[in-house]
C-alpha cells in the first residue's frame, strides 16, 4: 500500500472519528438540555437540600449520557463505530459543569451463563455446556466448576456429578437458599460454591504460567490477537439476556466481539492457530467481519472436522456477525458529585432489558 493510501485512509478514520465524537456530544447536549428543564422546574424543591439536589443533577447527566449512545449506537453504522475504537475506548465529554464518561461493550460475543439450562425444557444444554467445559480447560479452571452453577438455575433437585442442590446449601454455613433461577448479575455466582472474586474478576493465570508464555514469536498483528484481559473469566461471560431469548437466534456468539478463548470453545475442532486468524482476519477488515461469508474464506477454518465438513462449516450455526446486546456504562462527575448508569440494550427489540444504577 502507497504512502499516500495510507494517509488517505488514516485521515478518513480520523474525520470519521470526529464526527462520531461530534455527534455524540451534540445528542448528550441535547438530551441533558431537555432533562435540566425538568430539573430546574423542581430544583426549588430541594433548595433546602443542596446535596440532594447536586446529586440528582449529577443522575440526570449520567442518564444522558446513556440516551446520547443509545441513539449513536441506533443512528451510526457498527462498522463505522468499530472502525475508529469507539467500543473500545471510553468517551469523556464536558457538559453542564460535569464530565460524563461513556463506555460501551457487546455482550453477545460471550458464552452467557443462563443459556447452560435450556429455557424450552428446564435442562442443562449439552451443546453450551461442551463451551463452557472447553472455556475452563483452556483457562485453567475445573470443567466441573459448572456443576453447581447448572444446579443453582435449574429447578429440578437434582444434583449434577459434582453439584450442588438444595440440601446441600442448607448445610453451608451460614445456610442460604438455592436460587433455582437465571442469574441477573456475574456476582451471583460469588453465591456458588467454587467461586470467589479472583476466579472471576481477575488474571486466573499463576505466575509460573505467566512467565512460560512467551510472544517472541509472535508479529505485531498477532499479538493484538489476545491479551491478558483475555484470561479474566468476567469478560468470556455474561448473564444478560435479549428481549426473546427463545429465539433460535439470539443464542449465537458474535464473532465481531468474541475474544480468544470463547473462539476456542467453538468446537473441539478449534485451534489455537485458527481462532488467532479469525480475530487476525477482523482486525484486517476494520475490526468487524459485515457477512459469515468471509469467514469461509479463512485458511485455518477450511480444515477437515467431521466427514467432510470443514471447522467453518461446524461453527457456523453457533456464530453471527450481527450485535444484538449492548452494555452500556455511564458515569458523571461533578465538582462534588458522582453518578453512574449501567443500562443492557437489546438492538433486535430496540428495548432496555436492564436498567441499574
Not at 441506533?74 to 460535569?98: K, M, N, Y
Not at 449439552?126 to 459448572?146: C, H
Not at 473469566?233 to 428481549?243: C, E, G, K, S
Amino acid at each position: 500500500m502507497s504512502l499516500a493510501l495510507q494517509k488517505k485512509r488514516y485521515l478518513q478514520k480520523s474525520k470519521s472519528g470526529f464526527i462520531i465524537l461530534v455527534l455524540t456530544s451534540v445528542m448528550l447536549t441535547l438530551t441533558f438540555s431537555a432533562a435540566l428543564v425538568l430539573f430546574q422546574g423542581t430544583f426549588s424543591e430541594y433548595r433546602s437540600a443542596e446535596l440532594e439536589a447536586g446529586h440528582m443533577k449529577a443522575r440526570m447527566l449520567a442518564q444522558s449520557g446513556m440516551e446520547a449512545a443509545i441513539m449513536i449506537l441506533t443512528r451510526v453504522p457498527a462498522d463505522q463505530l468499530a472502525s475508529v475504537g469507539f467500543f473500545i475506548v471510553p468517551l469523556s465529554i464536558p457538559l453542564g459543569e460535569g464530565i460524563v464518561s461513556i463506555q460501551i461493550s457487546e455482550e453477545s460475543g460471550k458464552l452467557n451463563v443462563n443459556r447452560l439450562v435450556r429455557f424450552i425444557d428446564n435442562t442443562m444444554d449439552p451443546r453450551v455446556r461442551e463451551m463452557f467445559d472447553s472455556l475452563s480447560t483452556t483457562l485453567g479452571l475445573p470443567a466441573d466448576i459448572w456443576d453447581p452453577v447448572v444446579d443453582y438455575i435449574d429447578e429440578d433437585n437434582i444434583a449434577q456429578p459434582r453439584g450442588f442442590e438444595q440440601a446441600d446449601y442448607s448445610r453451608l454455613t451460614p445456610p442460604r437458599r438455592i436460587k433455582n433461577g437465571r442469574l441477573h448479575s456475574l456476582e451471583e455466582l460469588l453465591l456458588i460454591p467454587g467461586f470467589d472474586r479472583s476466579t472471576i474478576f481477575e488474571d486466573i493465570r499463576s505466575e509460573k504460567r505467566k512467565e512460560d508464555v512467551s510472544e517472541d514469536f509472535l508479529s505485531d498483528l498477532e499479538k493484538l490477537t489476545i491479551s491478558d484481559d483475555d484470561f479474566i473469566l468476567a469478560n468470556n461471560i455474561t448473564v444478560y439476556l435479549p428481549t426473546d431469548p427463545m429465539n433460535p437466534d439470539s443464542d449465537r456468539i458474535n464473532v465481531n466481539t468474541a475474544p480468544y478463548h470463547v473462539m476456542l470453545s467453538l468446537s473441539p475442532y478449534m485451534t489455537p492457530d485458527a481462532a488467532r486468524a479469525i480475530i487476525r482476519a477482523r482486525f484486517q477488515k476494520g475490526g468487524r467481519f459485515t457477512s459469515l461469508n468471509e469467514l469461509a474464506s479463512i485458511p485455518a477454518l477450511s480444515i477437515n472436522t467431521v466427514g467432510s465438513a470443514t471447522l467453518y462449516q461446524e461453527i457456523e450455526s453457533r456464530i453471527t456477525v450481527n450485535d444484538q446486546l449492548y452494555k452500556i456504562v455511564a458515569e458523571a462527575s461533578t465538582d462534588l458529585h458522582l453518578a453512574h448508569v449501567t443500562s443492557i440494550y437489546d438492538m433486535v427489540s430496540r428495548k432496555i432489558t436492564l436498567y441499574l444504577e
